[in-house]
């Protein structure tokens, strides 16, 4: 089956450093997503790419959706204290014809940001 | 418009009972998946419903079963709870048509003691 591999587990930085994680896969995605969850909460979308080579940016944040379709990173610049959570990547693969978009979701990686 | 709201948001209950846990669609979507979270995890598919029928499961034994109602609401039942059951239950809803983004609920905090 598909799996996510999302680097690194966790990261502790310090305010106003930029960040930058990463998934791979296994197999091809035609959508890598990138979700922020805080404690107790349900994932929170950021950015959404559609095509392999697109960069997409967020205010503070960028993605990228690799040419191989099996990666895709984030980057977080002039990090601040309320960027402090989990972040996911996901990926989505139609399944049954088209009729099915579950997503597969790395294990997340901990911000954490000192102020 | 509104989000994705679940109910309940926190339940206790004990070994070999059964739950039922609620969502409601963000407006205009109807499609909506199910997933399960254990702690420190990442978000397990559970499956998803599409015209109130189940169209997608993850890998998840029977007990999981689903409901979809004509307002795109949709229930989670999970019967015979196990300890390994205990996590975080999200719902999210899509719109139909393509590869588009899945909204989430704040979840439903399920421990079985």
């Known amino acids: 089956g598909q799996q996510l591999n999302q680097s690194p587990q966790s990261m502790f930085i310090q305010e106003g450093e930029d960040v930058s994680m990463n998934c791979t896969s296994s197999?091809?995605?035609?959508?890598w997503l990138w979700y922020k969850q805080d404690p107790g909460e349900g994932p929170v979308l950021l950015i959404a790419l559609y095509k392999a080579g697109e960069l997409t940016s967020n205010g503070r944040l960028t993605a990228q959706f690799g040419i191989t379709r099996k990666d895709s990173f984030l980057n977080i610049s002039a990090s601040i204290p309320s960027d402090v959570g989990i972040y996911f990547c996901a990926g989505q693969w139609p399944e049954s014809g088209g009729s099915n978009y579950k997503l597969t979701f790395g294990k997340g990686t901990l911000l954490t940001v000192n102020p | 418009e509104t989000g994705v709201t679940q109910s309940p948001t926190h339940l206790i209950k004990t070994r070999g009972q059964q739950v039922t846990l609620r969502c409601s669609s963000q407006?205009?979507?109807?499609?909506v998946s199910w997933y399960q979270q254990a702690l420190g995890q990442g978000p397990q598919f559970i499956f998803q419903?599409?015209?109130?029928?189940?169209?997608g499961r993850g890998n998840f034994p029977p007990r999981f079963s689903g409901l979809q109602f004509p307002n795109y609401s949709s229930e989670l039942n999970v019967n015979a709870l196990e300890l390994d059951d205990s996590a975080l239950y999200l719902c999210?809803?899509?719109?139909?048509?393509?590869?588009?983004?899945?909204?989430f609920g704040q979840g439903t905090r399920l421990t079985v003691v």
């Open positions: 197999s091809i995605f035609n959508t």
């Open positions: 419903y599409y015209r109130e029928e189940e169209n």
């Open positions: 999210a809803s899509t719109p139909r048509g393509g590869n588009t983004e899945a909204f």
């Open positions: 407006s205009g979507h109807n499609t």
